[in-house]
């Protein structure tokens, strides 16, 4: 499971706070040093690891911590409120148009769970009462309409797809034409992916958000490529503008790092999480309840 050697490190350090009277700053110290160490082995970026570790401190061995009568329930209750805020705080959620269809734009690279993710969330958004549709825009990869169509099957969800020898930019056009004329209010874009990012991954992006106008450009990156996740995000939102992320496979063995760092390199928050292969298996991200988890 997901930050379970990182909970088990964090809360063993901060257990040492919790039984002590009084508290020296050597000892806030010494228990953030461990912190610190923690955060590094589950592979948070380490710019994020050295703010955090100083934001700890400057709040933790301030008068009010150290003079109160529980000093290190005071430093834990620091700690968990600023995992949480590194986090993104509050949940994020998807941006309704006032006008449908609400056009959400999936993007990632290839084999991160972008067309699963798909249907896991036209399977959400069905559960909230909306009527999705979801859009094959991914030509290049074989299999990939075919997957999405059977995944929609599954769900009992459409899929609009005009084959592999339509352009993307037109596939995304008429699909969302399409919505309109059969009521759909949400209409989900599965776009393509490549092994890595590169120029024609990113034009042809780019085209299609200029063509659409998405009201949400989800990228989807998968949790256990760690700093890597990060750094795909960091690209992405530089050159197409993101407004949140899905973190996939975060019921895999992965430390961490990426869920924990993404939101304070990127800027964007962590919108969903995939927690499973199955369509069932997607959450919606909540910074504090993620932090409780992880501190036990
Ligand atoms: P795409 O190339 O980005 O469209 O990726 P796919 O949707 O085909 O997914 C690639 C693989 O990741 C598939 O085997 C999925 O079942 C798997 N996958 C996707 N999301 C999750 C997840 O949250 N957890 C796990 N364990 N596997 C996932």
Do not use: C
């Not at 769970?113 to 036209?122: A, D, N, P, V």
């Not at 999405?148 to 352009?167: E, T």
């Not at 998405?214 to 960091?234: F, K, R, S, Y």
Request: charged share 25%.
């Amino acid at each position: 499971m997901v930050f379970e050697g990182l909970a088990d490190k964090l809360q063993g350090a901060l257990q040492k706070l919790k039984s002590k009277g009084k508290l020296t700053e050597n000892d806030v110290k010494e228990v953030m040093r461990e912190v610190k160490l923690a955060l590094l082995e589950a592979d948070v970026n380490f710019k994020v690891v050295k703010e955090f570790i100083d934001k700890v401190k400057d709040r933790a061995v301030g008068q009010e911590v150290m003079e109160s009568l529980t000093p290190g329930q005071q430093v834990v209750k620091i700690v968990h409120e600023e995992l949480t805020a590194l986090m993104g705080t509050t949940h994020s959620k998807i941006t309704f148009a006032s006008k449908p269809p609400t056009v959400i734009m999936l993007v990632g690279l290839q084999g991160a769970g972008k067309t699963t993710t798909g249907g896991k969330l036209g399977a959400y958004l069905k559960k909230l009462g909306k009527r999705p549709l979801l859009v094959a825009g991914d030509i290049y990869r074989p299999a990939a309409i075919k997957q999405l169509q059977v995944v929609g099957g599954q769900l009992d969800i459409p899929v609009f797809s005009l084959g592999d020898k339509v352009s993307p930019v037109q596939i995304a056009k008429e699909g969302i034409e399409h919505a309109g004329k059969h009521g759909n209010d949400v209409v989900i874009i599965d776009t393509a992916g490549r092994l890595h990012i590169d120029e024609n991954l990113m034009e042809e992006l780019e085209n299609i958000k200029k063509v659409v106008i998405p009201h949400e450009i989800l990228l989807v990156v998968d949790a256990m490529t760690g700093q890597d996740a990060v750094n795909v995000a960091e690209n992405f939102n530089n050159r197409l503008g993101i407004d949140g992320v899905i973190l996939t496979k975060m019921d895999g063995d992965t430390r961490g790092g990426a869920a924990l760092s993404v939101r304070s390199v990127a800027q964007k928050p962590i919108k969903f999480v995939g927690m499973g292969e199955k369509l069932s298996e997607l959450e919606p991200f909540h910074p504090d309840r993620m932090a409780s988890r992880i501190l036990g």
